[in-house]
């Protein structure tokens, strides 16, 4: 909300919030690296390059469930792992019925060559 005045509470002793108290930016920065690195993202983004089959989408979101609820991926993490696995379940069924349909052209010209 550019222009307006920030809204949440003050740290006590202080006339700004927790985001916006001067002396508290070298820690918030700290912070956020800490975070970034105890992260799940890169860990659950790994594991998702190399899968290739309903099932191993199903673990995937399995782990994924499971660091949610440790906490070690956060929401918007996992709400976006499990819309590209939406994703990637479809793209597996598309290639397969492509497949399948190319060997049945192939099986057919066979058949009638």
């Given at each position: 909300?550019?222009?307006r005045r920030c809204q949440a509470p003050v740290v006590k002793g202080s006339d700004f919030c927790f985001a916006h108290e001067p002396s508290l930016a070298q820690k918030r920065a700290e912070w956020r690296r800490a975070g970034g690195k105890k992260s799940g993202k890169q860990a659950?983004?790994?594991e998702a390059a190399a899968i290739r089959t309903?099932?191993?989408v199903k673990d995937l979101l399995g782990r994924t469930v499971e660091g949610l609820q440790r906490g070690d991926i956060d929401a918007r993490t996992a709400n976006?792992?499990?819309y590209l696995c939406n994703l990637l379940l479809k793209a597996i069924k598309e290639t397969d019925l492509a497949e399948r349909l190319e060997k049945l052209e192939r099986a057919v010209r066979r058949e009638g060559g």
């Open positions: 909300m550019a222009g659950v983004l790994a309903p099932a191993e976006a792992v499990g």
